[in-house]
C-alpha cells in the first residue's frame, strides 16, 4: 500500500503530508492511512491538530481562494530571501 513515501520515517510521511490532511486536499486513502497514523501517534495528533486550527483560522480569515495562499507566500518569502540574502 505505497501510499507514503517509503523512504521516509512513518512520522516524516506524516509531517510530509499533515497540511494537505488538514485542508482536505488527500485522497480519501490516504487521509485514512494519515488519520490512522495520528490515532497511534500522539505526536502527531498534536501537529495535526495544531494544523487544523490553523487550517481554520486561514479559513475564517479569507476568502475561497485561501488554499493558494501559503505556496504563494511561500515563494514570495523565498524571493525575499533571495533578494536579500
Ligand atoms: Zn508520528
Request: charged residues 20%.
Amino acid at each position: 500500500m505505497p501510499l507514503l513515501r517509503p523512504s521516509l520515517t512513518p512520522c516524516a510521511s506524516f509531517h510530509d503530508r499533515v497540511s494537505a490532511l488538514a485542508a482536505g486536499r488527500v485522497a480519501p486513502r490516504e487521509a485514512v492511512a494519515l488519520a490512522a497514523h495520528a490515532a497511534a501517534c500522539p505526536d502527531c495528533a498534536g501537529t495535526l491538530g495544531h494544523e487544523r486550527r490553523f487550517e481554520a483560522m486561514m479559513r475564517r480569515h479569507a476568502n475561497h481562494e485561501v488554499q493558494f495562499a501559503p505556496a504563494a507566500l511561500r515563494s514570495r518569502v523565498a524571493q525575499l530571501f533571495d533578494t536579500h540574502g
